[in-house]
T-cell receptor
Framework: KAGVTQTPRYLIKTRGQQVTLSCSPI?????VSWYQQTPGQGLQFLFE???????NKGNFPGRFSGRQFSNSRSEMNVSTLELGDSALYLC????????????FGPGTRLTVL | SQKIEQNSEALNIQEGKTATLTCNYT??????LQWYRQDPGRGPVFLLL?????KEKRKERLKVTFDTTLKQSLFHITASQPADSATYLC????????????FGRGTQLTVWP
């Protein structure tokens, strides 16, 4: 089975711009979770989608949003970028039940200048 | 609020020795813990899951223990090799927040020849 893929792998934006990141989960997985990872804060949960519905949301401002399509692919969007949004954005897929292992993609490295 | 702590940011050991990493949790008793490995610039990779009713779990050179009295999990790598050098993360979920894992900050392990 193909693993989780994320595009793009690297992105450079300037403050005030917006960005869309894409994640394709493992075939058959219905849950996609997004995390932000920074050296200072570690892995922080953004949100999780299951069958096109946002099921959980972390403590991030409304500038961070996401969606999931009927084929389980997911996108996350960050509007009005700030310098502090520079991070590795990881998506993880799983079948969607408790105790599920999460399978992570390689991440998108976002740099905001 | 729930907390999961890995009490060493970095651990340096000599090749062939056993590496022991610690994960402590407070304010919540998870039904299971997961351990992941993360290499620089890449997404975490699942290693092992241990349930609260399991005292110990093994996979090749890896061993995980779970002590619900101490609220602690230990992760051991026996006969460590330089290729084991990476950051190791522990994580748990809560039944009420499906699709979300709470991660520790990780322990960066360096195995030197």
């Amino acid at each position: 089975k193909a693993g989780v893929t994320q595009t793009p792998r690297y992105l450079i934006k300037t403050r005030g711009q917006q960005v869309t990141l894409s994640c394709s989960p493992i075939s058959g997985h219905r849950s996609v979770s997004w995390y932000q990872q920074t050296p200072g804060q570690g892995l922080q949960f953004l949100f999780e989608y299951f069958s096109e519905t946002q099921r959980n949301k972390g403590n991030f401002p409304g500038r961070f949003s996401g969606r999931q399509f009927s084929n389980s692919r997911s996108e996350m969007n960050v509007s009005t970028l700030e310098l502090g949004d520079s991070a590795l954005y990881l998506c993880a897929s799983s079948p969607g039940h408790r105790t599920d292992t999460q399978y992570f993609g390689p991440g998108t490295r976002l740099t905001v200048l | 609020s729930q907390k999961i702590e890995q009490n060493s940011e970095a651990l340096n050991i000599q090749e062939g020795k056993t590496a022991t990493l610690t994960c402590n949790y407070t304010n919540y008793s998870p039904a299971y813990l997961q351990w992941y490995r993360q290499d620089p610039g890449r997404g975490p990779v699942f290693l092992l899951l241990i349930r609260e009713n399991e005292k110990e779990k093994r996979k090749e050179r890896l061993k995980v223990t779970f002590d619900t009295t101490l609220k602690q999990s230990l992760f051991h790598i026996t006969a460590s090799q330089p290729a084991d050098s990476a950051t190791y993360l522990c994580a748990y979920d809560r039944g009420s927040t499906l699709g979300r894992l709470y991660f520790g900050r990780g322990t960066q392990l360096t195995v030197w020849p």
